[in-house]
C-alpha cells in the first residue's frame, strides 16, 4: 500500500523532505511506519516517540493504515 507522509518543521529539517509517498506491506502501523522513517532518516526521533496523525486525527502506534492515508509525523510543540 502507497501512503502520504508529511513532515513538520524540526522532522521536515532533519529528513530534508516535507512530504513523501511511502511504500508499506499491507496491514502495517503506525509504529511500522514510524520504524520504517527512522530507518530512512536517522535525525528522527525514537519511533516511540513520534506522534503521528492519520488523515488529520492523532492515531496510536497501533492503529493500522489504509493505502492512500495522509499520515503526518507531529514534532514536540514547545513555547510559552
Same mark, same amino acid.
Given at each position: @500500500? =502507497? $501512503?502520504? &507522509? +508529511? !513532515?513538520?518543521?524540526?522532522?521536515? *529539517?532533519?529528513? %530534508? &523532505?516535507?512530504? !513523501?509517498?511511502? #511504500?508499506?506491506? /499491507? %496491514?502495517?502501523?503506525?509504529?511500522? +511506519?514510524?520504524?520504517? @522513517?527512522?530507518? =530512512?532518516?536517522? %535525525?528522527?526521533?525514537?519511533?516511540?516517540?513520534?506522534? &503521528?496523525? $492519520?488523515?488529520?486525527?492523532?492515531?496510536?502506534?497501533?492503529? &493500522? +493504515?489504509? #493505502? %492512500? /492515508? *495522509?499520515?503526518?509525523?507531529?514534532?514536540?510543540?514547545?513555547?510559552?
Amino acid at each position: @500500500m =502507497k $501512503v502520504q &507522509v +508529511l !513532515l513538520f518543521a524540526s522532522y521536515r *529539517e532533519k529528513a %530534508g &523532505v516535507g512530504r !513523501l509517498r511511502l #511504500d508499506l506491506d /499491507d %496491514g502495517a502501523t503506525v509504529g511500522d +511506519l514510524a520504524c520504517t @522513517m527512522r530507518a =530512512k532518516f536517522p %535525525g528522527l526521533p525514537e519511533p516511540e516517540r513520534i506522534v &503521528v496523525a $492519520v488523515n488529520n486525527e492523532y492515531q496510536e502506534h497501533d492503529f &493500522v +493504515l489504509s #493505502d %492512500g /492515508d *495522509e499520515v503526518a509525523l507531529i514534532p514536540p510543540v514547545s513555547g510559552g
